[in-house]
């Protein structure tokens, strides 16, 4: 009858020990998933407080430069960078604004290219 006794709470033990396991294993792979989700979150809040500080940082510059815009500075090197405005006794120099194709250059080229070819020929 002890033996008996023995193999009942033997067999009791060993179904507490693998439910026991059972739960564990459970608790171990949900609770590692939930870390790992909860180390992605932190990242991605890492990189968008990051994001924040630059656009805070940017929208502090453009608001320096709305303020300097109102200064007579500003509208004096605008007017003389865009407009060609100059100061009295200066010389104002305005380029063309011509542009050249790539297509339009390698005419270009083949032509003079080309020509010096036949003046070599007419030099022989």
């Known amino acids: 009858m002890a033996n008996m006794f023995n193999k009942k709470i033997f067999k009791f033990i060993l179904i507490v020990g ?9 608790y171990y792979f949900v609770f590692r998933k939930v870390n790992q989700k909860k180390r992605i979150l932190e990242m ?8 924040i500080e630059y656009l805070e940082k940017e929208n502090q510059n453009l608001k320096e430069g709305i303020f300097n815009s109102s ?5 004096e090197r605008e007017a003389r960078l865009n407009l ?11 380029l063309s604004s011509t542009t050249t194709t790539k297509g339009e250059i390698l005419e270009e080229v083949n032509v003079d290219f080309w020509s010096k070819v036949k003046n070599w020929f007419k030099d022989l």
């Open 18 to 26: 693998l439910i026991g396991l059972i739960v564990f294993g459970i």
């Open 44 to 51: 991605q809040l890492n990189m968008l407080s990051k994001e």
């Open 71 to 75: 200064k007579e500075e500003y509208y």
């Open 84 to 94: 060609g405005y100059k100061k009295e006794g200066e010389t104002a120099v305005i």
